[in-house]
Nanobody, 127 residues
Framework: VQLVESGGGVVQPGGSLTLSCSAS????????MNWARRAPGKRLEWVSG????????TYEDFVKGRVTISRDNAENMLYLRMNNLKPEDTAVYYC?????????????????????WGQGTQVTVSS
């Protein structure tokens, strides 16, 4: 099983980034998928979730209206489009799989609650 995130980088406040996550080794279309983040010295934060078939999407309040989650089950890809980025969005962003579609409802704040987990991609928002 592999989840490989990409697309992070350094961006100015107000800028945009699109994160990607490539999945392999499991039946991607059977799993809810999530983005979570961890800032230095802070706890893991769930950011967004999407149902296995893309029918529902959920967002944490601190990103609502600024990010869009999407997936392509034919290509085993997960995306997070982030707009109007703020310095407080600086963190390592992880994609994570969730077979029971429990975490996609915003319930999961610990890594062990997810079935599979990527290595993360750094997002730094700074002027």
């Amino acid at each position: 099983v592999q989840l490989v995130e990409s697309g992070g980088g350094v961006v100015q406040p107000g800028g945009s980034l699109t994160l990607s996550c490539s999945a392999s080794g499991f039946t991607f279309g059977d799993y809810g998928m999530n983005w979570a983040r961890r800032a230095p010295g802070k706890r893991l934060e769930w950011v967004s979730g999407i149902w296995h078939d893309g029918s529902k999407k959920t967002y944490e309040d601190f990103v609502k209206g600024r990010v869009t989650i999407s997936r392509d089950n034919a290509e085993n890809m997960l995306y997070l489009r982030m707009n109007n980025l703020k310095p407080e969005d600086t963190a390592v962003y992880y994609c994570a799989a969730d077979l029971g579609e429990y975490c996609v409802r915003g319930h999961c704040t610990e890594q062990h609650e997810y079935n599979y987990w990527g290595q993360g991609t750094q997002v730094t928002v700074s002027s």
